[in-house]
């Protein structure tokens, strides 16, 4: 686990999803904007069915890895504030699609940047070289912090309405203390 103090000075902890984060995931995707879930899944997402939710918490910590946020109240670890995860593409050794979504109310905190630093360093532990992703073309916020985390060129793919972006996660020096607060 690991604390964090987002822009505003609120703060958050991010730690590994559970296998009992269901219920938690399912809350937190109902509190998202229409606007958010469409960014986050390209397309209309109301609601996670129990498989969803299933699907999205039971990780194997390998190929396919998740980090939550959460409110820190009291003490206590409340709700699911962001998600972000990767899962690795078998086609392509190496590379994992990943994915991130944050609340709305916690955006433009510097959260998205905190985990993305997170799941990188958890990628490269474990054998991801590269991430990839496919978001809306107009998702520019998601698009700079790509630019920010990648160490080398980043390929773009324009595919109409939809941009892909690839970056490398190799021979990262920003990382810090990030490596042993996911390892």
């Given at each position: 686990?690991?604390?964090?103090?987002?822009?505003?000075?609120?703060?958050?902890?991010?730690?590994?999803?559970?296998a009992d984060d269901g219920d938690r995931l399912r809350a937190f995707h109902a509190r998202l904007s229409p606007e958010s879930r469409y960014r986050r899944f390209l397309g209309a997402k109301p609601t996670l069915s129990e498989a969803d939710?299933?699907?999205?918490?039971?990780?194997?910590?390998?190929?396919?890895?998740?980090?939550?946020?959460?409110?820190?109240?009291?003490?206590?670890?409340?709700?699911?504030?962001?998600?972000?995860?990767?899962?690795?593409?078998?086609?392509?050794?190496?590379?994992?699609?990943?994915?991130?979504?944050?609340?709305?109310?916690?955006?433009?905190?510097?959260?998205?940047?905190?985990?993305?630093?997170?799941?990188?360093?958890?990628?490269?532990?474990?054998?991801?070289?590269?991430?990839?992703?496919?978001?809306?073309?107009?998702?520019?916020?998601?698009?700079?912090?790509?630019?920010?985390?990648?160490?080398?060129?980043?390929?773009?793919?324009?595919?109409?309405?939809?941009?892909?972006?690839?970056?490398?996660?190799?021979?990262?020096?920003?990382?810090?203390?990030?490596?042993?607060?996911?390892?």
């Amino acid at each position: 686990m690991h604390s964090h103090v987002l822009h505003d000075g609120t703060p958050v902890e991010i730690r590994e999803i559970r296998a009992d984060d269901g219920d938690r995931l399912r809350a937190f995707h109902a509190r998202l904007s229409p606007e958010s879930r469409y960014r986050r899944f390209l397309g209309a997402k109301p609601t996670l069915s129990e498989a969803d939710a299933r699907y999205l918490v039971e990780v194997d910590g390998r190929g396919h890895y998740a980090l939550v946020a959460t409110d820190a109240v009291d003490g206590h670890h409340g709700e699911i504030i962001a998600v972000a995860r990767f899962i690795a593409l078998p086609e392509v050794p190496g590379t994992a699609e990943f994915a991130i979504v944050v609340g709305d109310a916690y955006q433009r905190q510097g959260l998205a940047a905190a985990l993305m630093d997170q799941l990188a360093a958890a990628a490269v532990t474990r054998g991801i070289t590269r991430f990839r992703a496919v978001m809306l073309s107009d998702n520019l916020a998601i698009q700079r912090l790509l630019e920010r985390l990648s160490v080398g060129d980043v390929e773009v793919r324009m595919l109409g309405s939809t941009t892909e972006m690839e970056i490398s996660l190799t021979a990262r020096e920003a990382f810090g203390d990030s490596l042993e607060a996911v390892a």
